[in-house]
């Protein structure tokens, strides 16, 4: 028994040794992701919080688009006569009207409202319909780049890609066809991960660049005209 502890208590000062010569020597153990804050870059808060539960929208937005990647819905982009697809199921669109429920907004809503106040900048919309119009990525790009603040679409400008952003691609025929919210998880060069559902297994990864990026948009709710933005009703 003695001798049990004895070389226990020996590998705890060689693990102890070792972490202190790493200190001194400015090695470091290599994560499978950084975070900004490795880059000195700042996280951007968010001015609003809009369902007033202390935490800021950028960072609910993350959270909620995060809550879906870990929940894994099926990808199925069936018609639902309800609007919204069961907890299980999703497509890319999905991810983000979920983000938007958890920091208190109603997507779905506050699209179905544009859509109907301004049907000429929805081309793609001949008959409303608010059971899909709002899981539709043409619908919620005219959405973003109206209310939205427009940012960078090169993923190498890495201080300007912020946790709870939006990003949006288009395929090899330019129309668009992917969405997602920008992580605050980055690559060792700083690049962000993209939450996103594209039926991948892992729903947080190291997208940009994998797609045409058409879009990147920070959703700032205090410039926008207050008729808009709708709250979540459970």
């Known amino acids: 028994m003695k001798e049990g502890r004895t070389r226990a208590a020996a590998f705890a000062h060689a693990l102890l040794l070792f972490a202190l010569c790493l200190a001194l020597s400015g090695c470091a153990i290599d994560l499978p992701y950084h975070s900004g804050e490795d880059f000195g870059i700042p996280t951007a808060v968010s001015p609003v919080d ?28 069936r018609y639902w006569e309800e609007g919204y697809p069961p907890e299980d199921i999703g497509v890319c669109a999905d991810v983000i009207w979920r983000a938007f429920r958890e920091a208190g907004y109603d997507l779905r809503a506050m699209v179905d409202r544009d859509v109907r106040l301004r049907p000429a900048a929805y081309p793609h919309v001949t008959t409303p319909d608010d059971n899909i119009d709002f899981r539709r990525v043409v619908n919620l790009e005219v959405f973003f780049r109206t209310y939205g603040i427009s940012l960078t679409c090169d993923p190498s400008e890495i201080e300007e890609w912020q946790p709870g952003d939006v990003v949006i691609f288009a ?64």
């Open 171 to 234: 395929n090899s025929a330019g129309r668009y066809s992917h969405i997602g919210v920008i992580s605050d998880r980055r690559t060792a060069k700083g690049v962000t991960y993209v939450i996103h559902n594209g039926g991948q297994e892992e729903r947080e990864e190291n997208f940009l660049g994998k797609m045409r990026i058409a879009g990147h948009y920070r959703f700032d709710a205090s410039r926008i005209d207050p008729d808009l933005l709708i709250p979540w009703e459970d």
């Open 50 to 77: 809009f369902d007033g539960d202390g935490t800021d929208d950028y960072r609910e937005l993350l959270l909620g688009a995060r809550r879906d990647a870990r929940n894994k819905p099926t990808y199925d982009d």
